[in-house]
């Protein structure tokens, strides 16, 4: 059984950066294709960042590109999203996820595993 367990959420500024760390236990993240995903007040989970682990390959959010970076230190066993120039509509809850398959896809439904999420709020 995969855990994931994520950390770095808090309160922030606009413009600000924050970085969230992803670490799952039970399974090497080398192994798993690591995605972000994010849940506001009232609204779907919706898909942020996502990072294969096949190729590297990486997709993100409209929303968040250019200002949203995930990555993966094998090493550390972990996944981070690196987030600048933040706004307060990026204020939601951040999940990570992970999926066996190799697709970098968005789809919640195809990932396998959850973390517990973390907040993140970015004041005006």
């Known amino acids: 059984q995969v855990q994931l367990v994520e950390s770095g959420g808090g309160l922030v500024q606009a413009g600000g950066s924050l970085r969230l760390a992803c670490a799952p236990s039970?399974?090497?993240?080398?192994?798993?294709?690591m995605g972000w995903f994010r849940q506001a007040p009232g609204k779907e989970r919706e898909f942020v960042a996502t990072?294969?682990?096949?190729?590297?390959?990486?997709n993100y959010a409209d929303s968040v590109k250019g200002r949203f970076t995930i990555s993966r230190d094998n090493a550390k066993n972990t996944v981070y999203l690196q987030m600048n120039s933040l706004k307060p509509e990026d204020t939601a809850v951040y999940y990570c996820?992970?999926?066996?398959?190799?697709?970098?896809?968005?789809?919640?439904?195809?990932?396998?595993?959850w973390g517990q999420g973390t907040q993140v709020t970015v004041s005006s």
């Open positions: 990072n294969s682990r096949s190729d590297g390959s990486t």
């Open positions: 996820a992970a999926r066996v398959g190799t697709a970098a896809t968005m789809s919640t439904r195809e990932y396998n595993y």
């Open positions: 039970g399974r090497t993240s080398s192994t798993l294709t």
